[in-house]
DNA sequence: ACAACATATGAATAGTTGTTCATGTGTTTA
DNA sequence: TAAACACATGAACAACTATTCATATGTTGT
């Protein structure tokens, strides 16, 4: 074996210790694909600026109920939104400035 | 109508004024699917310290060549990567710091 | 306790997507 | 120029996903 497949396998070794392992690969895939469907995306941009209920940001969108309610499932379950009951209804809002973050850097990107 | 509905009515309006229009939503919601599968980010990170042509990529992340050609594709058309010819090889990496920042961004989300 | 309201959820379906296999295109070398 | 190499691409299939419809759960006011 000569000095430069030497070299190529090194690099090769390098780049494979440098990767992250595959759970939290597989986590951050699964996180952008959360943030990969529009209807998602507009439901976290109703509550960019204030809270909403469930029925109001399917108002907001013109989507039904159930709709609203089997995303808001998935970004839940992703920690993209909380949410408190008041009353009949529950409120939901951003849960962090990381969502806040990963759009506007994604907006950034997609507005070049 | 009386007040309280008056003013949620306003509410429903403004947060539709502030949604950015469909196509914008639409390409950022395209831009996030395109994060949004582990072997794409694999290769992703493969070039994030390094230049690497498909064979290398592939090698790496033990897919086949044609595999890898398909998401590189994908990631083209994006512009989250770039590529020049090299003899019969060609070399891929990063288009620019914006991918990076995105992966670092959704890493910090998941690392909590 | 019961009716009305707000939300969640399960099942089914239509549409989308990643991989494989076979083959095509483009470049180098003998 | 013919063979070998590196990569791209089209078709097909299996796996996944978003929406709809029907219904269940949980809360309020009477």
Redesign the pocket.
């Known amino acids: 074996m000569d000095q430069s497949v030497m070299e190529h396998e090194s690099t090769i070794k390098e780049i494979s210790e440098c990767m992250p392992n595959e759970e939290i690969l597989y986590d951050l895939a699964e996180l952008f694909?959360v943030f990969?469907?529009s209807?998602r995306i507009k439901i976290m941009y109703t509550l960019f600026e204030s809270e909403l209920?469930?029925?109001d940001i399917a108002e907001v969108l013109d989507?039904?109920?159930?709709?609203v309610?089997?995303?808001?499932?998935?970004l839940k379950a992703n920690k993209l939104v909380k949410?408190r009951?008041d009353?009949?209804?529950?409120i939901y809002s951003l849960d962090d400035d990381h969502v806040r973050s990963i759009l506007a850097l994604g907006m950034e990107h997609v507005e070049e």
Do not use: E
Request: hydrophobic letters at 30%.
């Open positions: 694909r990969g469907d209807t209920c469930v029925n989507m039904t109920q159930s709709a309610s089997h995303q808001l499932r998935v949410f009951r009353g009949k209804s529950i």
